[in-house]
């Protein structure tokens, strides 16, 4: 089995993130591998389709804004250069996916909540990204379910 070179660390920029990029540069420093970083916006417009009767393009251009800052804030306090940055519209699952793909990552790192139940196993963003995969998925576990029996 060859060593992880290139990782792919996916982040919904919630505080939890943090914790799934602790991880990510543990596997850079063990691996000395290159580390990217994919945020995904999903467009207002799949989210609500033509259920909101106003034009939502204001309010969408906001959400890209406050993303691409706060992208570019996590990603520089990992020391990740804007080349390995990867700020994406679309579908989570597919996007992470593609974007791994396409820069030719060995391996996905997402969080995963470890909820209880079959269906909510993983976190389903997490879980979308495990099905189809090419390369290998790690779902470090966040939120704070520690204390409760697995
Ligand atoms: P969720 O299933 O939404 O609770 O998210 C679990 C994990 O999926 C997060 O910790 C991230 O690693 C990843 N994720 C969720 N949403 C996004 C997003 N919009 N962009 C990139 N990664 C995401």
Known sequence: MSDYRKIMLAVDLTEESLKVAQRANQLVKAFDAELHIVHVIEPL???YGGDVPMDLSTVQE???????????????SLNVPEARQHLIFGRPESEIQRTA??????????GSH??????????STANGVLHGARCDVLAVRVGNNDSEAD
């Open 62 to 76: 906001q959400i890209q804004d406050q993303a691409a800052s706060h992208l570019r804030e996590f990603a520089n």
């Open 101 to 110: 793909e396409e820069a030719g990552a060995d391996v996905i790192i997402v």
């Open 114 to 123: 470890g909820r209880h139940g079959l269906a909510l196993l993983l976190g």
């Open 45 to 47: 417009s799949l989210a």
